[in-house]
């Protein structure tokens, strides 16, 4: 469909955020900026105006009495507790060990390439290009080589050369990269 949208879940249901208006598949370069803070999340397409996602059970209370509810009433004393003395719990990003990168994984996937992807401070495609073991690549993607000089249109002039990755991946299906945990081995998608 030519749109970009991240869905994420941190520890009640899945949050999905999108943009509808820019199209991303034109051939040309786009900058796509994606932050998340517990279920809070702002999505940037090039210059279009910022998407802003603020779900609701987004602080502690209502996080709490939406765990609650799926808990059964014979463990929710024992719970609560536990809950409580862990403070904000429910803020863990579920999904931190396995990042999907791609798109759906039935439909149309992402065909195109994919340069500057950081996932809390790590650069994602040259750990992939390096042959990182935290890093699984699913379908046909390949390394291209490094951003490319013309990266100057008018959608990424503002983006900084600095905060670009060096590696550029063309992928024609879904680039699937598991970040191990230290201590933890990655989750396995079913």
């Known amino acids: 469909q030519g749109k970009i949208g991240v869905k994420f879940n941190v520890g009640t249901d899945d949050i999905a955020i999108e943009e509808i208006n820019a199209i991303i598949n034109d051939g040309k370069y786009h900058v796509v900026r994606f932050t998340r803070s517990g279920g809070n999340a702002t999505l940037q397409v090039d210059n279009w105006p910022v998407i802003?996602?603020?779900?609701a059970g987004n602080n502690d209370n209502e996080r709490l009495a939406i765990a609650r509810q799926r808990i059964p009433y014979r463990l929710g004393r024992v719970v609560d507790e536990w809950l409580l003395d862990k403070g904000r719990q429910l803020t863990i990003f579920n999904s931190q060990a396995t990042i999907k990168i791609g798109g759906k994984e039935r439909g149309h996937p992402f065909q195109g390439q994919l340069s500057g992807l950081y996932y809390n401070g790590l650069k994602v495609l040259n750990m992939a290009a390096e042959n990182d073991a935290n890093i699984v690549i699913e379908g046909?993607?390949?390394?291209?080589?490094?951003?490319?000089?013309?990266?100057?249109?008018?959608?990424?002039?503002?983006?900084?050369?600095?905060?670009?990755?060096?590696?550029?991946?063309?992928?024609?299906?879904?680039?699937?990269?598991?970040t191990a945990r230290r201590g933890k081995a990655p989750t396995k998608e079913p």
């Open 52 to 55: 802003e996602r603020y779900p």
């Open 140 to 178: 046909n993607v390949r390394l291209v080589g490094e951003v490319p000089s013309s990266m100057t249109t008018e959608s990424t002039a503002t983006a900084m050369q600095s905060e670009m990755s060096t590696s550029v991946m063309e992928t024609t299906t879904t680039l699937a990269t598991s």
